[in-house]
């Protein structure tokens, strides 16, 4: 399974951006797709899951009401749309792919993207 990312950008506070992330593998909807950030000089974080199956949602608290996830499983993608951007924000999204588990730990994931650049000035 190959990931690729794409929409990051340069924005202002308060704009929207809409990640991308194609991917090039057979059973796309078999897998739980999440996506996750790392900003410079920190760890990896996650910031939101879509399940296999039933496309249940999941979202880290510090985006939750301003981002969502989707996946369209006819064209193998997931799409996060961001809004209400903040400069906390800013970081390399990853977006990536868990054949088994729940997708709740970055354990599960056993495929990842190179990432997009999102950068919010404020």
């Known amino acids: 399974v190959q990931l690729q990312a794409s929409g990051g950008g340069l924005v202002q506070a308060g704009d929207s951006l809409r990640l991308s992330c194609a991917s090039s593998g057979r059973a796309f909807s078999s897998y739980t797709m999440g996506w996750f950030r790392q900003a410079p000089g920190k760890e990896r974080e996650f910031v939101a899951r879509i ?3 039933t496309g249940t949602t999941y979202y880290a608290d510090s985006v939750k009401g301003r981002f969502f996830i989707s996946r369209d499983n006819a ?3 997931v799409d996060l749309q961001m809004n209400s951007l903040k400069p906390e924000d800013t970081a390399l999204y990853l977006c990536a792919a868990a054949q088994y588990g729940l997708g709740s730990k970055k354990l599960d994931y056993n495929y990842w993207g ?3 650049q ?3 000035s404020s």
């Open 51 to 53: 399940s296999r199956g």
């Open 75 to 77: 064209n193998n993608t």
């Open 118 to 120: 999102v950068t919010v």
């Open 114 to 116: 190179q990432g997009t």
